[in-house]
């Protein structure tokens, strides 16, 4: 085995020094034959003649002794990659051509890759990740999901299924921001979030300082402080780090203060649904205490997190906390009424459910885009085989085997594809600092979760590296197969532009032109997509929103209390010139969505009211300042504050549902039942508005119901300019300071950027769709050019002959272009068919259009015939101008 | 004519062992040898002798050094190594078995 390793490696690495000995060892034989005949008295003449017959084929024992060496693989490789990139070189133009073709491809598969990666499919970094679950309550009677738990059913659920959850956490869906000292003495806003103390030790949240939460730190306990820990970026922001204020007190934080027991890890991030609009990275974490001392039956407020026991599927997890549920809705009548149960899902399914779609949409729109690429570059290497045909009879019927031939093909497939797939990388690496610029965010919750986690690694290189290969395999074999058996008699005989036009080399026309109908066909379902896209981004944008969201400035105010200081900014800002009005409100429009609030008919037994309505808590002026119009009724006015009976205004869609025997009209001046702190209360409708989109463009959402501020100075505020809103923040922000210093004033914006962001998610794929789309347009637009200029090339006999026989430029013209157009026809005809089938793969993508839309699909054919028009008319108008003296003539 | 035979497969790098195991010898002598011997009857082609030649010497059952002929040339000759000497045995042994089994099927039908 020895002798054999030495011996391949003296091969391989002396390679010369091996082949020459083997040319003199076989030229000796050769004299000695020779001699041998000579000497038996042959004539020389005859000699020569006999020597020839015998070793004609030398060329055919050199391969055979470079086979016995058991190296030849090895040494062709190299000769073939040699050979290879001598023939690029050769063809620059055909070489980046190819090349950029497929890095276009494999780049652009590449990034989408990496977000898909990033996103869907790496593990969650928390500690056994594949058995954390989320498990959020539903209310099926009244069609309500995700609806928070109270506390006291939390515990119930917790310790009513300890055989199915090993631990069971619970995290409050409202933030508790506080206004703090920062590390300058300034109020700032620190964003906190209370969770059972249980949580973060259940996701195994590494600790960068102290500890982490403990059982006890979640126990409720009289003029005891509670027990904070910090994440690591508010730790270097407001400490610089200082260990020493471990174990020490935040004073103004709680009734008793807050004891900072630990610092989390940098970068740790609670992962939650971004519909559910959980910070997931919060500055301070609460340990919320809570037993069944000091929990709530009523005041849903909580999200439940929790790891399965070992073994334990999510369907038995689901029966199991089912069972609880059913026996809490048999001891209390408002669950009875609602219904009662929870949703078990994994943890890492329900975090991409609302990105899914999208990224599978994508990943799709690449895939066919590197196709696409593929038969261009197929179409390319056919087209060249035809003209290096003779090269290739050649080089057969001098004794080049023909594997031998068809790895050489191989070869220069697999060159392109690495050279494609390394710019590909780069393209890629590009383009994810594009792709991550444009996702879509809203300030502190990223739409896409995980979008931190996207970057270039190994994973993505072996993704990229099997796309090339892959690719390779699609566009290689082909031509490969056809150079391997070429009909050399036939080739040498022909002249080298009928070879290709015959078939006998590169691909017959049928195969080629089959190829590019299938990249028409293949662009044809991308154009559709992105123009279904396209449509449902008008139709976004056309959504009546139920307000003007033009000339509006918004800001958070965090802080301040009491009616005289409310009346004092409201006059403030009112009288600032430049802003017609002022409100404020609990929630904006598209800011974040309202807390639900109960309601019911005045006979309704306030226990078992079914109607859930986004409340908001506004300041009268709050309509005018918005522009949301009024239907039925008037609006608030300022002496409702001091009226003995309570007022709201309701939209269209709540008058609709609560007193549906009459118009909106009818609904003023009658009486709603709402409930507040657990009672229902009694109040009067006093007007009827618009419908508002709170919550998403996408679904109308529920009803809403306006109740009046008497004295909240925190919330969203909205000024109404003449001017652009951003011109008079400066006046604002002088007026609030002025009317009490230690308000604070956060997340400034002006109104049109929440429509924006909610349009972000469509715009995004719809701006990729696009790209792709175009992309895939150009490809099968030169794919088309180069096969029919292929044709002209090919045919130039045979159209000169037709001209000199009397045929107008002009015929000739309409023939090749003719050629064009049938082909696009054959693809689009394969592309309609497809594209119905997969549209309804990105339905749930879609905003007013129905995936087949008859409009998009007429409108996307005629888009492509005119590119294949134009793809077809410079090869067609080459074929007229063709002088049929010189064509006749032409080899 | 004589009447000319195709060797059997492997039967060559038998053939070829047991006439290095005499001398050494160039590729040209090893198959004049084994013409001579096997009276015309068997005829070794450049084709095969070369590669058998190079598979061997991989395999480590000959090796091979230039040497001047006596006609002063240079030429590349091989000799048996003692593993190709065993290999040699094992094989005739093997060949030997095969031809009288093949030998005594043919006598009795």
């Known amino acids: 085995m020895l002798s054999d390793a030495l011996y391949r490696i003296r091969a391989v690495f002396r390679r010369d020094a091996v082949e020459q000995e083997l040319d003199e060892e076989l030229s000796f034989h050769v004299e000695q034959q020779a001699e041998k005949y000579r000497r038996s008295g042959m004539s020389p003449v005859e000699v020569k003649r006999r020597i020839r017959l015998e070793f004609g084929g030398a060329q055919q024992i050199r391969e055979e002794c470079r086979d016995a060496r058991g190296t030849r693989w090895l ?66 009677k009244r069609d309500v999901q995700d609806y928070p738990m109270s506390s006291l059913d939390f515990l119930d659920v917790r310790y009513g299924s300890r055989e199915i959850f090993e631990d069971l956490a619970a995290i409050e869906v409202t933030p508790q921001n506080v206004v703090l000292p920062g590390a300058d003495r300034m109020p700032e806003q620190v964003r906190a979030q209370r969770a059972t103390a249980n949580l973060l030790p259940m996701l195994g949240a590494s600790v960068a300082a102290g500890r982490t939460f403990e059982e006890a730190d979640g126990e409720p306990a009289e003029s005891h402080p509670l027990a904070v820990m910090l994440s690591y970026e508010y730790w270097q922001r407001r400490y610089n780090g200082d260990r020493s204020v471990i174990g020490t007190t935040i004073p103004r934080m709680g009734a008793s203060g807050a004891k900072m027991v630990g610092v989390l890890a940098p970068g740790f991030e609670l992962l939650l649904p971004p519909k559910m609009n959980i910070d997931r990275a919060p500055d301070l974490w609460v340990a919320m205490p809570l037993n069944y001392d000091t929990g709530q039956r009523n005041g849903p407020s909580l999200q439940m997190l929790g790891r399965l026991r070992k073994g334990v599927s999510v369907d038995q997890a689901r029966a199991g906390a089912n069972a609880v549920a059913a026996k809490l809705e048999q001891q209390f009548p408002v669950k009875r009424a609602s219904g009662f149960t929870i949703r078990i899902e994994p943890m890492r399914k329900s975090l991409v459910a609302e990105v899914r779609p999208v990224l ?57 594809s690495a050279l494609g797939s390394m710019l590909g990388v780069a393209l890629a690496w590009l383009g994810i600092h594009e792709l991550l610029f444009l996702a879509p965010t ?35 074999v082909v031509p490969a197969l056809r150079a391997s058996r070429p009909k050399a008699d036939l080739v040498l005989r022909q002249s080298r532009r009928m070879a290709g036009a015959h078939g006998t080399l590169g691909g017959s026309r049928m195969f080629r032109n089959s190829v590019v109908a299938v990249e028409i066909a293949l662009s044809f379902v991308l154009l559709v997509g992105s123009g279904l896209m396209f449509r449902s981004f008008l139709a976004l944008r056309a959504i009546d929103l139920g307000f003007d969201p033009s000339h509006i400035l918004t800001f958070r105010l965090t802080g301040g209390q009491g009616a005289a200081g409310l009346t004092d900014l409201r006059k403030r800002l009112a009288a600032l010139p430049g802003v017609e009005a002022v409100t404020s409100s609990n929630a904006l429009p598209l800011a974040g969505g309202s807390p639900p609030l109960r309601w019911g008919g005045v006979n ?24 949301t119009r009024l239907i039925a009724g008037r609006t608030f006015t300022e002496a409702d504050h001091d009226q003995a009976k309570r007022v709201v205004v309701i939209d269209t869609a709540l008058a609709a549902k609560a007193f549906p025997w009459g118009a909106s009209e009818r609904s003023v001046g009658r009486d709603l039942l709402l409930g507040v702190d657990g009672v229902g209360v009694r109040f009067e409708v006093v007007g009827v508005v618009a419908h508002q989109r709170n919550a998403s463009l996408v679904e109308s959402g529920r009803e809403q119901i306006y109740r009046l501020n008497a004295d909240q100075v925190s919330g969203q505020w909205a000024v109404r300019t003449t001017g652009d809103p951003a011109d008079i923040e400066g006046a604002v922000r002088v007026q609030i300071a002025q009317s009490d210093p230690r308000l604070l004033i956060t997340e400034t914006q002006p109104m049109r950027s929440f429509v924006e962001q909610a349009q972000a998610k469509t715009r995004f794929s719809l701006l990729l769709l696009a790209v792709f789309a175009v992309i895939a347009a150009l490809l099968a637009g030169i794919g088309i050019y180069g096969v029919l200029s292929a044709l002209v090339r090919q045919q130039t006999k045979e159209i000169g002959l037709r001209m000199a026989l009397g045929a107008a430029p002009a015929s000739v013209f309409r023939s090749v272009a003719g050629q064009g157009l049938t082909l696009s026809a054959a693809g689009l005809a394969i592309g309609l068919a497809a594209a119905l089938a997969t549209m309804r793969g990105i339905a749930s993508m879609l905003v007013g259009v129905k995936p087949a839309d008859p409009a998009t699909f007429a409108s996307m054919a005629a888009l492509f015939f005119g590119i294949s028009f134009v793809a077809s008319w410079l090869p067609a108008r080459r074929a007229a101008n063709l002088d049929p003296a010189v064509a006749l003539r032409e080899d | ?44 082609q450049q084709g095969s002798l070369y590669p058998a030649l190079h598979r061997l010497e991989r395999r480590g059952w000959v090796k091979a050094h230039w040497a001047t002929t006596e006609n002063n040339r240079k030429a590349k000759y091989y000799e048996l190594t003692r593993l190709g000497q065993k290999q040699l045995e094992t094989e005739m042994q093997a060949w030997k078995k095969l031809a009288t089994a093949v030998g005594y099927v043919l006598d009795m039908a």
């Open chain 1, 75 to 140: 040494e062709d490789i190299g000769q073939d990659l040699r050979y290879a990139a001598r023939t690029l070189r050769k063809n620059p133009l055909f070489a980046a051509a190819a090349i950029v073709t497929l890095a276009l491809g494999i780049g652009a598969g590449t990034a989408i890759f990496s977000v898909t990666d990033g996103v869907m499919l790496k593990p969650l970094p928390y500690k056994d990740a594949d058995r954390l679950v989320l498990a959020s309550r539903d209310l099926p």
């Open chain 1, 360 to 416: 599978l949409a994508l990943m799709g729109a690449v895939i066919f885009l590197l196709l696409i690429a593929c038969a261009n570059v197929a179409n390319l290497l056919l087209v060249r085989t035809s003209l290096r045909g003779r090269e290739l009879a050649v080089r057969s019927s001098l004794g080049g085997s023909l594997s031998r031939l068809m790895r050489q093909m191989l070869t220069e497939a697999l060159l392109l």
């Open chain 1, 442 to 476: 809203t300030p502190g919750l990223a739409t896409l979760p995980r979008l931190s986690s996207v970057v270039i690694d190994a994973r993505v290189l072996v993704f990229a590296a099997l796309a090339g290969l892959a690719s390779a395999a699609i566009y290689g």
């Open chain 1, 604 to 627: 309704e037994d306030p226990s078992t009211m079914l109607g859930a309505a986004d409340a908001q808590t506004v300041l009268p002026g709050y309509f005018e300042t918005l522009g």
């Open chain 2, 1 to 44: 004519m004589n009447e000319r035979l195709d060797l059997p497969q492997g039967t060559l790098d038998l053939l070829i062992l047991k006439t290095l195991a005499v001398e050494a010898m160039h590729g040209w002598a090893i198959s004049e040898r084994i013409q001579q011997i096997s009276r015309e009857t068997l005829q070794v």
